[in-house]
């Protein structure tokens, strides 16, 4: 309805206006954000002169499907009613017309080994051929998922989690709950089940069980770690205390083998950073007050993350999911009334159009319409007559509107025994290979930045969990200082006129306005990390007026991407300048500056992370369209003024060697995160504190 009103106020405007509009009522199933077969129907209302185009032509399904799909979404109207709408769809592009297969399960074990047999024999046979299993829910997506597993077929699928009811957030809220008021003891009593604080088996069950009886006196004494939580609530940030709380406790490490749990974490840390944003002056307990209220307020958020190995053939989804794909097999297994819920959730808002006796029927139906026409060749609908407990199970009424020439019926006996999972392995194995896969995952989808490859070569173990894992972490002081000198910079290169003076008055004013609106530390430390920039200000502007005089093409912060074949390096790049010779690259360095064999990493206590980092961004940049003939000068300029007020610009030689040693390396974290070696490889350090995490999960 909001859309509609929009594109009216816009269209009465003119006398005869121009709108074109292309939907399919029959496939309106989102119902939850507002929409309706009213919306088509509104069109026609306003504009009588409106002119319908059935398009009755499916490149997709082939006759049996389409007569099928027709039959179906047919009981959603009554006698004439709409009739413009009810349009039957003629095969175009495929003539292989197939029954739609019907299986009746004895149980849903028999028909998950069915699905399971089946697709092996279609990969087998018909290598070429895609496949999908489209549910109803995310629940029944995890169901399918596990069953697959367990016959040793590999699928991918897209996971979504409400971070305020998933486990890894529940157990988060019970921590921070207890933090915030030391009577709610059951809650703490929770975190300590749920497997924080490091304790012993012995200490966990005793210290529950003083609890139980209402003995605290021991909980210090157990657990001294609350001491020190306790103590930095005044001294932290509002978000800083939420992150350092969560290491202390133990709740970082027993979240990271699951990568979902990690994305619920990191959905955690950036809604306590938005609610922070709208109060910078709210403290710790205000801060844990906010978020507490939206949890008991049942509020979502969602997040989502892709499970299994993105080059499974088999994919699994929910219909919403598949809305808009195409396979060649489509298997609807769990098509019971029971898996199928057709009663709406409660609604945080009113829609502006309420619903009618039967839409949840009508909406249902669309879905059931929806999964089946995702089929190119071949589909097969799964009923369960009894669930692994003995439940009996009602078939879903869809199917018997189907119609009867365009399906075949078949009889499954059912299935007493449950396949092992195919990895015959501890469940500790298991993790790992669901680690392996989600980092072969995350490499191939977001690339590869220099400062993940300079993470993989200081510590694999570093890699994992800042690169792919992406722990959250605290604001840093000198993390800071580099994004509020960076930010101003940036906004120094937008000028039109850039002297000296106002080259200062931008950089004071841009890094008063950074940490007062985007830094998250606490208030003493944007004050002392506030006060240092802006007394090496005057000597930046000073030192740097020549360097912000030079013409060309100017692109700050920018972001570009270079494709590998297996993956694709990317970054975003301080200072791009390009001029009628060569590409100018600088990278700004909030440091004072180095000498250049201390950035080639020839000196004892240097590591030719800058260097690298260098050579990776000439590498960047190469083959780029924008810079062909080009030469590319990569420059690292440090900008904290020297002991005479200089801010020095270093650019070193790169030559092929040095682009071969950068491309070894790449190579070489490619082979270890497609080998799952990351998982668990470990640094030299003995005392690396990414390593004992590691083997603190894996041990």
């Not at 069953?147 to 897209?158: C, P, Q, R």
């Not at 500790?428 to 590869?448: F, I, M, N, P």
């Not at 250049?596 to 960047?620: A, C, H, P, W």
């Not at 002991?643 to 030559?655: D, F, H, T, Y």
Request: charged share 25%.
């Amino acid at each position: 309805d909001a859309q509609n009103l929009l594109v009216k106020m816009i269209a009465d405007f003119h006398e005869s206006p121009n709108i074109f509009v292309v939907g399919d009522e029959k496939q309106a199933v989102y119902r939850f954000q507002g929409a309706s077969v009213d919306n088509f129907l509104q069109f026609q209302s306003v504009w009588k002169n409106m002119e319908i185009i059935s398009l009755k032509s499916n490149y997709r399904s082939h006759q049996h499907i389409l007569d099928a799909g027709f039959s179906l979404i047919e009981h959603n109207y009554a006698g004439g009613e709409h009739a413009s709408l009810r349009v039957k769809l003629l095969a175009a592009g495929n003539s292989q017309a197939q029954p739609i297969e019907i299986i009746t399960a004895g149980n849903t074990e028999a028909s998950e080994k069915y699905i399971a047999t089946e697709i092996k024999n279609i990969l087998e046979n018909q290598i070429d051929k895609s496949i999908a299993v489209i549910v109803r829910t995310n629940r029944d997506v995890e169901r399918m998922l596990n069953a697959l597993e367990a016959y040793g077929v590999e699928a991918s699928s897209e996971k979504g989690a409400n971070i305020f009811s998933h486990p890894a957030g529940v157990l988060f809220f019970d921590l921070i709950r207890y933090l915030a008021d030391k009577s709610q003891v059951e809650c703490l009593a929770k975190t300590i089940a749920g497997g924080l604080w490091n304790l012993s088996f012995d200490d966990a069950i005793k210290l529950m069980s003083d609890i139980r009886a209402g003995n605290y006196a021991d909980i210090e004494r157990l657990i001294p770690a609350l001491k020190n939580v306790h103590e930095k609530v005044l001294t932290l940030s509002p978000v800083s205390y939420l992150i350092f709380a969560a290491e202390v406790s133990g709740y970082v490490q027993r979240i990271t083998p699951d990568p979902l749990s990690v994305e619920v974490w990191r959905g955690i840390v950036g809604f306590a950073e938005e609610l922070s944003r709208k109060d910078r002056n709210q403290t710790v307990h205000a801060l844990i007050a906010t978020i507490l209220t939206y949890v008991v307020s049942s509020e979502t958020k969602v997040i989502k993350i892709g499970v299994g190995a993105k080059d499974a053939p088999v994919q699994v989804m929910t219909i919403h999911g598949s809305k808009g794909l195409e396979f060649d097999y489509v298997f609807m297994p769990y098509c019971t009334e029971e898996s199928w819920p057709m009663k709406s959730r409660n609604s945080y808002f009113v829609l502006p159009r309420e619903k009618e006796d039967g839409d949840e029927i009508r909406d249902a139906r669309r879905l059931f319409y929806v999964g089946l026409t995702r089929a190119r060749g071949h589909v097969t609908i799964l009923i369960d007559q009894t669930q692994s407990d003995g439940k009996q199970l009602t078939p879903l009424r869809f199917i018997d509107e189907l119609l009867p020439e365009t399906v075949s019926r078949r009889e499954l006996p059912a299935v007493h025994e449950r396949a092992m999972t195919g990895a015959s392995s501890t469940q500790l194995s298991l993790t790992e290979t669901q680690l392996a896969e989600y980092a072969k995952r995350v490499l191939q989808d977001r690339g590869l930045s220099v400062t993940a490859l300079n993470h993989f070569i200081q510590c694999p173990s570093l890699y994992l969990y800042k690169s792919i894992l992406r722990l959250p972490e605290a604001a840093h002081p000198s993390s800071e200082k580099g994004n509020a000198m960076h930010a101003a910079l940036s906004a120094v290169w937008k000028l039109e006129n850039r002297s000296e003076q106002i080259i200062l008055s931008t950089l004071e004013s841009e890094i008063k306005k950074y940490f007062e609106l985007r830094s998250s530390l606490p208030l003493f430390e944007k004050k002392l990390v506030t006060k240092e920039l802006l007394e090496d200000a005057s000597a930046v502007a000073a030192s740097l007026k020549d360097h912000f005089a030079q013409n060309g093409e100017i692109s700050t912060e920018a972001w570009f991407e270079r494709d590998l074949g297996d993956i694709h390096m990317h970054g975003r790049l301080d200072l791009v300048l390009s001029n009628e010779q060569e590409v100018l690259v600088f990278d700004y360095k909030t440091r004072s500056a180095m000498s250049e064999n201390e950035i080639r990493g020839l000196t004892k206590n240097s590591d030719g992370s800058y260097f690298r980092q260098l050579v990776f961004y000439k590498m960047l940049l190469k083959d780029n369209p924008k810079f062909v003939g080009k030469g590319i000068r990569p420059t690292l300029t440090f900008v904290r003024p020297d002991s005479k007020g200089r801010c020095q610009s270093v650019a070193l030689e790169i030559n092929r060697e040095d682009e071969e040693n950068l491309m070894a390396e790449i190579k070489k974290l490619i082979a270890s995160v497609q080998a799952g070696e990351l998982v668990r490889g470990l640094c030299d350090d003995a005392n690396c504190e990414w390593c004992s995490l590691k083997r603190f999960r894996f041990q």
